[in-house]
């Protein structure tokens, strides 16, 4: 089994930033890749970022320049800085993890971005 759980949302200001964090345990000793996605009320899940074992990175475009993620040394955790943050960036943020073509899901995490 593979438990994936997030952590560092909250309530934040327009132009703030934020840090996710991911930690992956359980059965992970071939984690491919790693990835942050989000869901919006009412709106379907997107990918936000991804990254490989081999530290390739996929960004989506609404996110370019604002977010960077990034594997911990022990390659079971991934974080996602989160600058320049807007309204629109509010979502419940979920982390992914690729083990043998299965993907698996944390719970999320709630960022809220409001004056």
């Known amino acids: 089994q593979v438990q994936l759980v997030e952590s560092g949302g909250g309530l934040m200001q327009p132009g703030g930033s934020l840090r996710l964090s991911c930690a992956a345990s359980?059965?992970?000793?071939?984690?491919?890749?790693m990835g942050w996605y989000r869901q919006a009320p009412g709106k379907q899940r997107e990918l936000v970022a991804s990254?490989?074992?081999?530290?390739?990175?996929n960004y989506a475009d609404s996110v370019k320049g604002r977010f960077t993620i990034s594997r911990g040394n022990a390659k079971n955790t991934v974080y996602l800085q989160v600058n320049s943050l807007k309204p629109e960036d509010t979502a419940v943020y979920y982390c992914?993890?690729?083990?043998?073509?299965?993907?698996?899901w944390g719970k999320g995490t709630l960022v809220t971005v409001s004056s």
């Open positions: 992914s993890a690729d083990i043998l073509t299965i993907i698996y």
């Open positions: 359980g059965s992970i000793f071939n984690i491919n890749a």
């Open positions: 990254i490989t074992s081999g530290g390739m990175t």
